[in-house]
């Protein structure tokens, strides 16, 4: 199964992620010891801007993405939180 969504983080309580979709109420994530986390800053690597560009999975906006959190469970599933920066034109 695979879905995309944008959403604010809205609390972290370990091992709970709370987030706020936009016009759909909330989701929640507990994370237990299953999973590995694993952190990444292209800005902090000096990844180009237009390897930091990329399309929104719910409009036709593009935006600079930043910091990154993969969430990989060690049966092979796998959650990646992307931070938006901006909105670009």
């Not at 199964?1 to 609390?11: G, I, P």
């Not at 993405?65 to 599933?77: C, Q, V």
């Amino acid at each position: 199964m695979s879905f995309d969504f944008e959403a604010v983080l809205d609390r972290v309580e370990e091992p709970l992620i709370g987030l706020r979709l936009a016009d759909c109420g909330f989701i929640e994530f507990i994370f237990d010891d299953t999973w590995i986390f694993y952190f990444g800053a292209p800005d902090a690597i000096g990844a180009p801007i237009q390897e930091r560009i990329g399309g929104s999975p719910v409009a036709s906006k593009r935006y600079e993405f930043g910091e990154t959190i993969i969430a990989r469970r060690t049966t092979g599933s796998h959650m990646l939180f992307m931070e938006i920066v901006h909105e670009v034109a």
